[in-house]
């Protein structure tokens, strides 16, 4: 069983910075990819970053570029994402998920496998 476990979260000032982490545990299939997700209340969830494990292929929105920075330890076992210049559209619950790599999805897909239970980050 895959678990996934997000952390970090919580309240910032605009302009400032935040590092939210999730930890990969369990049969993880070796993941090839791992994607942090938002969701805000009402809307959909959107990719923001994934990151190729082991790798070096990253992958932004285009609302995010520039201001976030996805990464893993040398482990492979913990995924980061550095929030730069938070703005109060990144207030949503982020969550990490992946799926089996051999259903070579697209990494920014909603429909992934495996999820974390989400960590809150609220920008005022």
């Known amino acids: 069983q895959v678990q996934l476990v997000e952390s970090g979260g919580g309240s910032v000032q605009a302009g400032g910075s935040l590092r939210l982490s999730c930890a990969a545990s369990g049969h993880t299939y070796n993941f090839d990819y791992i994607t942090w997700f938002r969701q805000a209340p009402g809307k959909k969830r959107e990719g923001v970053a994934a990151i190729e494990v082991g790798g070096s292929q990253t992958y932004y929105a285009d609302s995010v570029k520039g201001r976030f920075t996805i990464s893993e330890d040398n482990a492979k076992t913990t995924l980061y994402l550095e929030i730069d210049n938070v703005q109060p559209e990144d207030t949503a619950i982020y969550y990490c998920?992946?799926?089996?790599?051999?259903?070579?999805?697209?990494?920014?897909?909603?429909?992934?496998?495996?999820w974390g239970q989400g960590t809150q980050v609220t920008v005022s």
């Open positions: 998920a992946a799926d089996r790599p051999w259903r070579r999805c697209s990494p920014m897909r909603t429909d992934l496998a495996f």
